[in-house]
């Protein structure tokens, strides 16, 4: 047996014995994630069970290196491990911006002593993490951010307001750009700092969206205080670190709606007439769907294995991120065609409390987020394309 | 598998890319157009692709093939498109190969797989009867004799029809119109009597005719595969040769994407370069995601074809993709070159003209939507 195979029967053997039941069926949506963080609430004993079993092992962020709380495996290990996962379709133990932003940016631009003190408590779940980079007058034009952040020595004073801060509520930390040079031009004068949530110069203001829900935060800055030992990267040089945390935001972004089911859904919905989805107009619309979606499924495996063979995906993942979310916006408007007037019941038994209506309103905002769709055409027209600006 | 080339497939794209800019680049298509040549394509060059091993290219190697795999057919496909290189490439090292090897026994492998492989005996599929892709749908009456068969009807669509020199015909040796079983497969030769070979001009100016079967008799050994059978063989040939079609497909639209990209950085108006607008800027970003997008599922398809197994679902997916977004990709060429777009003296026009046509063969996106929907269970 070559040691893949024997590593994946092993996992095989694992999983088996470690993953909880309720872990095996599917999550009904982002009420059902494990976020972590220190005043996350379990909503079962399995689902804190499967975070224990799974952080001690390091395989809630299976590739990153032992030393960090990580799995240690390789590439081709961690395409097992998902597998097997897959198999037995267990869930996700954690999802958090800590995994999926923050510590691939540690790993690439933290020093060794930032390294140990933060990515083994996001591998665990022990600390959640939030995302401080737009403001009220940076969105797009991120850069034209204007939060301040003054040296004192071995600390920085922060002041300023971030906006739509998803979860900063519930973050007990937070990765921030700051301008740390109000003379420079606009994308030399940021950094890349990481501080406590939880000081009394952090305040948060939730926001509701018009799923209902109330993810995202208001974010303000009075007298915050940064220790200058968690600059990652060099002071004014945060703009290249902001850059890279966001490929991986859009790749991760990308693929979030395929595994919503569609087709089975539909037949099971309207029924079948010889093997056919019974309304013909949808069936056609959901072929063409399923057409797109598939093909894109592939392109991000693609991507995936061009990554392991060294490539450098770059500006590729604004294509991923552009595609997957709108391709996404375009799934949950079939499955409201699908549902018919039953997916807009708003609160109630029948519904589950609206949650198809809720998650389809929550897709909107996938090509908003993480840049909009815009600037991702933007990127891959100048920098694949080379357009004129 | 890696969803990516290997060292070996990357090489191969690498030689076919360079072969097919240099031999055979769209000015001679376009003098095959304007010189009236009646093959439409070039056997000088038909003969250095044999040599380069395309016309083997599926062909196993003690069939005297080069064996590079439907990953490979693929590779040299797209070159193609990229260049509209003719030549009966497609019709017989990827259709009629296939499906030898698909359907013959070993005598009819061993005795026409070495002649397509060195390109000196070119054969081709006729299947289509009317302007719709329905293989089950054939009607055309094999009728069994003592001393073989007796073929009469009419198809239609046959690509490179008028160069081969030998048909591989679908026929109904029992059963009726739009039947599964009692479909037949007949190598027939061009020369047969009562076979009439009409050469159709077409759009995309390459060679397709239509064939007209006046109870053409041949003997029992031109059966190829199983008597009722065949599409249990022409499926997966079938499906080999769209996802190489998809290929082609693929090259044209990447190629419309450079040139388009390169006049939006060549092209002033308003006193500035048109690349620099918005509006086109999306457009063309748009198309090069739809072409990436594209490429995977051809990817896909090809690797899952050299896997082996059934392989519908993938092909459907490839073929249905690569002609939405061709046709989106030439589309967009014309529109953003203006009014040069539409001159015949530019190029962009042969390729919206071949891509059209290749989008139509062997089913179109509709056929293929629907068969996907079919394979993947509603
Ligand atoms: C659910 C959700 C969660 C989020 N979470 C976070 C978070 O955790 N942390 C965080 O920092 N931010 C977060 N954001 C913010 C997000 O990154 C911004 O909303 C986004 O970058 C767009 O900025 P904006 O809202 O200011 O829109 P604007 O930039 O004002 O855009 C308005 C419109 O103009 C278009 N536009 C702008 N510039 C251009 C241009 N150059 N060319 C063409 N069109 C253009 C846009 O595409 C858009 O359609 C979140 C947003 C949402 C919706």
């Known amino acids: ?389 | 598998m890696a969803l990516i080339l290997n060292e070996e497939q990357q090489l191969l794209k690498e030689s076919a890319d360079g072969f097919f800019a240099e031999k055979a680049p769209v000015s001679q298509l376009r003098t095959l157009r304007d010189d009236k040549v009646e093959d439409c394509f070039s056997r000088d060059l038909w003969k250095e692709m044999a040599e380069m091993g395309f016309a083997g290219i599926l062909v196993g190697e003690d069939h005297g093939g080069a064996d590079f795999g439907l990953v490979g057919a693929g590779l040299v496909a797209e070159a193609m498109g990229r260049n509209l290189s003719a030549s009966p490439f497609h019709a017989s090292s990827v259709m009629a190969a296939a499906l030898i090897e698909a359907a013959g026994n070993d005598q009819q492998k061993s005795s026409l797989l070495p002649a397509i492989a060195a390109g000196e005996l070119i054969a081709t599929l006729a299947i289509d009867e009317t302007g719709t892709h329905d293989p089950e749908g054939s009607a055309m009456k094999a009728v069994a004799s003592d001393t073989g068969y007796k073929l009469s009807g009419m198809k239609t669509f046959v690509q490179e029809g008028g160069a081969a020199g030998h048909y591989i015909v679908l026929a109904r040796t029992s059963g009726e119109r739009g039947d599964r079983d009692g479909l037949s497969l007949f190598w027939v030769d061009r020369r047969a009597k009562g076979l009439i070979v009409d050469r159709s001009v077409m759009t995309d100016s390459r060679n397709w005719a239509k064939l007209t079967f006046e109870g053409v008799h041949v003997d029992a050994g031109a059966l190829l595969g199983d008597e009722g059978k065949a599409m249990d063989a022409l499926d997966p040939a079938l499906d080999k040769a769209r996802v190489v079609l998809a290929a082609e497909l693929l090259g044209i639209a990447q190629e419309c994407l450079d040139r388009t990209v390169k006049y939006l950085q060549e092209r002033k108006q308003f006193g500035v370069l048109i690349g620099s607008f918005q509006g086109l800027q999306h457009r063309a970003a748009q198309l090069f995601s739809e072409i990436e997008v594209t490429r995977s599922a051809i990817l896909k398809a090809l690797q899952m074809g050299d896997a082996g197994g059934d392989f519908r679902w993938f092909a459907s997916l490839a073929k249905a993709k690569a002609c939405k977004t061709a046709e989106l990709a030439t589309n967009e060429a014309i529109q953003m070159h203006g009014g040069i777009g539409m001159t015949d003296e530019f190029d962009i026009g042969f390729f919206i003209k071949r891509a059209r046509t290749i989008q139509t063969l062997y089913g179109d996106y509709n056929y293929h939507a629907d068969r996907f929907a079919h394979c993947s269970g509603y």
């Open chain 1, 1 to 389: 047996m070559s040691d893949l195979e024997a590593f994946r029967s092993e996992t095989r053997d694992w999983l088996e014995t470690n993953c909880p039941p309720l872990m095996r069926t599917p999550s009904t949506g982002e009420a059902d994630i494990c976020w972590g963080g220190k005043t996350f609430v379990f909503q079962s004993d399995d689902q804190k069970l499967w975070l224990e079993r799974m952080g001690a092992r390091g395989w809630t962020v299976p590739t990153w290196p032992k030393e960090y709380g990580g799995g240690g495996l390789s590439k081709e290990e961690a395409k097992i491990l998902a597998s097997e996962m897959r198999r037995i379709k267990a869930r996700s133990p954690l999802v958090s911006f800590g995994i999926w932003m923050l510590g691939p940016a540690l790993l690439k631009f933290g020093t060794h002593e930032q390294k140990l003190e933060h990515l083994p408590k996001i591998a665990r779940g022990e600390i959640r993490w939030c995302q401080g980079y737009s403001e009220p007058n940076a969105g797009s034009d991120l850069a034209a951010l204007a939060t301040k952040a003054e040296d004192k020595g071995d600390h920085y004073i922060i002041n300023g307001q971030k906006v739509w801060t998803s979860y900063a509520d519930k973050a007990d930390w937070i990765f921030c750009l700051v301008r740390t040079d109000f003379e420079a031009s606009k994308h030399t004068g940021i950094s890349f700092i990481l501080f406590d949530m939880d000081q009394k110069g952090v305040t948060t203001k939730p926001i509701l969206l018009i799923s209902g829900n109330s993810p995202f935060c208001e974010t303000f800055f009075d007298d915050a205080i940064a220790l200058k030992s968690n600059l990652v990267g060099e002071e004014n040089k945060g703009w290249t670190i902001a850059k890279y945390l966001l490929t991986h935001e859009r790749t991760g972004i990308s693929d979030m709606g395929l595994p919503t089911p569609l087709n089975a859904l539909a037949v099971d919905k309207l029924g079948t007439k010889n093997g056919e989805i019974a309304d013909k107009m949808l069936r056609h619309q959901i072929a063409e769907h399923e057409i797109d979606a598939a093909a894109f499924m592939f392109t991000l495996e693609r991507a995936k294995d061009e990554a392991k063979a060294g490539g450098d995906m770059g500006a590729f993942s604004s294509m991923l991120k552009g595609y997957g979310t709108e391709l996404n916006k375009d799934r949950h408007e079939l499955i409201l065609k699908v549902n018919g007037s039953d997916a807009f019941e708003w609160e109630g038994q029948f519904s589950n409390n609206g949650e198809i209506a809720r998650n389809w309103l929550r897709t909107k905002a996938n090509s908003i987020e993480g840049g909009t769709t815009e600037v991702q055409l933007n990127i891959i027209a100048k920098r694949i394309l080379n357009l004129p600006a």
